[in-house]
């Protein structure tokens, strides 16, 4: 039987050729298999018909978008994940979300490899590769790109050459990859970090500057998770779609920053992720009600291990497991509505209620009906203060010697 191979295709140039590529040099049969994570676009059933048109012995089609946005987005969110402080993690929950799919699509087709087109400089080579390592160890992994040397020029030399049913003039200077979480852009004159972004870089986000009347919104949070908008019921999917519109509107969302990949290099990006950053900033101050001080403490500094983990494509290991079921555990009491106002770029709370809120209005007011009694409070400072006043009696002490 001819060997069969499962190729990550996104119906973009590179993903095409690879068909007939990898076929080529392998004399493997190749089933594209595209996922749906809310990328917008292209409708599935064109992209289908275009890997069939370019050599496909089959071509699949999963709709993963309520999946990603349930088992990928929800938990970046109940993180707080933001990737040095800035990104959330856009690119990277999509990829083990492919995977499944993949390796899944491996078993059903028979196949013995999986391929993606990734270059061998970023992240996503590796979140594909150890991802698809740990849910299918009997799999072989190959990057056409990577490892058989398909360049951009060859690319378009082959598609021409063999009259594959696809653009080869439309010059996009940049590197894109979106999903319903929300969209990145590299390479080409971003990779000047001092160049501002021009305005055709942004799609999902519409320039800050000049905003429309301010948009206030009311989100309903259950357990951590968005269940209404406006009062509206939504789905975790339906939430961060209305907010991606919502948000991105007023230009909420966009990020540019210099980050430290996996492989030792730093890459500038541009990001847009309206919806996320709105529920995320939401989110988080639910949870500044909700949570205890020592666990909120904790969480962040968890939060932030998380997204390192999921950045450098370890989703699927056992310390990201175990950190899921910390933040999933911290979130038993983080209910109630947070609203804010969405205008000029930024995503203000303005008002917060929880019935399982710990703010206490007797403990916090200044005014008549304060519970807390002041004049503990002096003695509770002189033994907070112990430890360091007796270490800086010893700093004298030395010095003085
Ligand atoms: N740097 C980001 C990450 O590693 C985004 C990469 C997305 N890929 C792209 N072709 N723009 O998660």
Same mark, same amino acid.
């Given at each position: 039987m001819t060997e069969r191979i499962v190729l990550a295709y996104s119906g973009g140039l590179d993903t095409s050729v690879a068909i007939g590529w990898i076929g080529e040099a392998t004399g493997a049969e190749v089933i594209a298999v595209a996922v749906d994570v809310g990328q917008g676009g292209e409708s599935l059933e064109t992209i289908r018909q275009r890997a069939l048109g370019c050599g496909a012995a089959e071509a699949y089609v999963a709709d993963a978008s309520d999946e990603f946005a349930n088992e990928y987005c929800m938990p970046t969110l109940q993180a707080n994940a933001l990737y040095q402080g800035h990104y959330p993690l856009v690119s990277a929950i999509s990829r083990p979300v492919i995977v499944k799919h993949l390796v899944k699509a491996a078993r059903e087709f028979g196949a013995t490899t999986v391929a993606h087109g990734c270059t061998g400089k970023g992240n996503d080579q590796v979140r594909f590769e150890v991802g698809i390592q740990t849910l299918g160890p009997d799999l072989k992994c190959i990057a056409p790109v990577r490892? =058989?040397? =398909?360049?951009r020029d060859k690319a378009i030399a082959f598609a021409e050459e063999k009259g594959l049913p696809i653009e080869t003039t439309k010059k996009n200077p940049y590197s894109i990859d979106q999903n319903v979480w929300g969209r990145a852009v590299e390479t080409g004159y971003l990779e000047d970090i001092w160049n501002a972004p021009t305005k055709d870089i942004y799609d999902y986000t519409a320039t800050p500057e000049f905003p429309p009347a301010p948009d206030e919104v009311t989100i309903s949070f259950e357990a951590g998770i968005p269940v209404a908008i406006d009062g509206v019921k939504v789905t975790p999917l339906q939430a961060i779609k209305e907010l991606n519109r919502r948000a991105g509107a007023q230009g909420v969302g966009r990020i540019d920053v210099v980050e430290d990949r996996l492989v030792g290099i730093k890459s500038r990006e541009i990001y847009e992720a309206p919806g996320a950053m709105a529920l995320i900033t939401a989110h988080k101050h639910l949870e500044d009600i909700t949570i205890e001080r020592e666990q909120a403490r904790f969480k962040a500094t968890v939060g932030q291990r998380w997204a390192e983990l999921v950045y450098d494509g370890q989703w699927f290991s056992p310390l990201k497991r175990s950190l899921d079921a910390f933040i999933l555990d911290t979130q038993r009491y983080v209910s109630g509505d947070i609203r804010m106002v969405l205008h000029g770029g930024q995503a203000i709370v303005n008002g917060r209620r929880s019935e399982t809120s710990l703010y206490d209005f007797d403990l916090a007011t200044y005014d008549t009906g304060d519970t807390f009694d002041q004049s503990m409070a002096r003695g509770f400072i002189e033994l907070w203060g112990m430890s360091a006043k007796v270490a800086s009696g010893r700093d004298i002490r030395v010095a003085g010697k």
């Open positions: 490892d =058989l040397a =398909l360049t």
